[in-house]
Nanobody, 114 residues
């Protein structure tokens, strides 16, 4: 069973940056395609982007050019670097393998003030 622990969220002013981390235990991390999702208050969870085992990345249009996903297979960790943050980026951020029926982690709260 994969266990996911997200961290790094916080309160930041618009235009600021945050770096989120997600430590993954269980599974075979190095080959997993890992995704970041977010859920804003009162909205459905949405895909932010994902990174394949080989390091290729894909992003939602809303974050393209501002967010960067990376991974460190030696640390079983995936990162989400968020720059030029906007108030609409506020929400709880989660990571999860794309494939498989895994439980969600607790997420990490990101709040961007205007």
């Amino acid at each position: 069973q994969v266990r996911l622990v997200e961290s790094g969220g916080g309160l930041v002013q618009a235009g600021g940056s945050l770096r989120l981390s997600c430590v993954v235990s269980g599974g075979i991390f190095r080959i997993e395609t890992m995704a970041w999702y977010r859920q804003a208050p009162g909205k459905q969870r949405e895909l932010v982007g994902y990174i394949t085992g080989g390091g290729s990345t894909t992003y939602a249009d809303s974050v393209k050019g501002r967010f960067t996903i990376s991974r460190d297979n030696a640390k079983n960790t995936v990162y989400l670097q968020m720059n030029s943050l906007k108030p609409e980026d506020t929400g709880v951020y989660y990571c999860k393998p794309v494939i498989g029926n895994h439980a969600w982690g607790q997420g990490t709260q990101v709040t961007v003030s205007s």
